[in-house]
């Protein structure tokens, strides 16, 4: 499985983005799917995460009311909708998947699949 994060741009505070993370190879709809996200100088950090199915979402407080998972996988995408941006959201943005088949949440572990990064910046 290879993923694919796409979308990041330059935006004004206030404005809102949609990162895509797309997907090569069929088991990739069996896998929940962690966004996260390195800003400049700093760790990385988990944002947010969905189910196989998408059914469940979670997100970190910083995010919480503001960014929405999604995902379509007869698309093989999962989506992160970024709305009332900040400029302390500026980052590169990832996806990751977890290869637990049918997973409900995110777990990191040592054999996740990850994707070249997004980058996302925030102007004041």
């Known amino acids: 499985v290879q993923l694919q994060a796409s979308g990041g741009g330059l935006v004004q505070a206030g404005g809102s983005l949609r990162l895509s993370c797309t997907a090569s190879g069929r088991t990739f709809s069996t896998y929940a799917i962690g966004w996260f996200r390195q800003p400049p100088g700093k760790e990385r950090e988990f944002v947010a995460g969905c189910s196989w199915s998408g059914d469940t979402t979670y997100y970190e407080d910083f995010v919480k009311g503001r960014f929405t998972v999604s995902r379509d996988n007869a698309k093989n995408t999962v989506y992160l909708q970024m709305n009332s941006l900040k400029p302390e959201d500026t980052a590169v943005y990832y996806c990751?998947?977890?290869?637990?088949?049918?997973?409900?949440?995110?777990?990191?572990?040592?054999?996740?699949?990850w994707g070249q990064g997004t980058q996302v910046t925030v102007s004041s």
């Open positions: 990751a998947a977890d290869r637990t088949p049918y997973g409900i949440v995110f777990r990191s572990r040592g054999d996740n699949y």
